[in-house]
């Protein structure tokens, strides 16, 4: 599978963004999905995972009730909807595909080219 990650951009402090990931090849929703984030001299973090659309989501303390991951596996597509964002969500956001279900980044096995999001505050 490979993945597309968009959607990131410049926005203000408490707006939103949806990033999108488009995979390729073979479907998506074979695997676990991920997006991870890393800021400028940090090492990358975990934000959220997903199994299925409803059964097994899991979200970093730091963008619980802020952000919110979905999956539409007809379009082989998973989303990031990021409200509320602030200057510590600023970032390159990577969307990941892996065969567990897991918040480590080694375990995910294809990883996307990643999009910038900056917060202005």
């Known amino acids: 599978v490979q993945l597309q990650a968009s959607g990131g951009g410049l926005v203000q402090a408490g707006g939103s963004l949806r990033l999108s990931c488009a995979a390729s090849?073979?479907?998506?929703?074979?695997?676990?999905m991920g997006w991870f984030r890393q800021a400028p001299g940090k090492e990358r973090e975990f934000v959220a995972a997903?199994?299925?659309?409803?059964?097994?989501?899991s979200y970093a303390d730091s963008v619980k009730g802020r952000f919110t991951i979905s999956r539409d596996n007809t379009k082989n597509t998973v989303y990031l909807q990021m409200n509320n964002l602030n200057a510590e969500d600023t970032a390159i956001y990577y969307c990941?595909?892996?065969?567990?279900?897991?918040?480590?980044?080694?375990?995910?096995?294809?990883w996307g080219q990643g999009t910038l999001v900056t917060v202005s505050s």
């Open positions: 997903i199994w299925r659309s409803d059964v097994g989501l």
């Open positions: 990941a595909a892996s065969t567990t279900f897991t918040a480590i980044p080694g375990r995910y096995n294809t």
């Open positions: 090849g073979r479907t998506s929703s074979n695997y676990y």
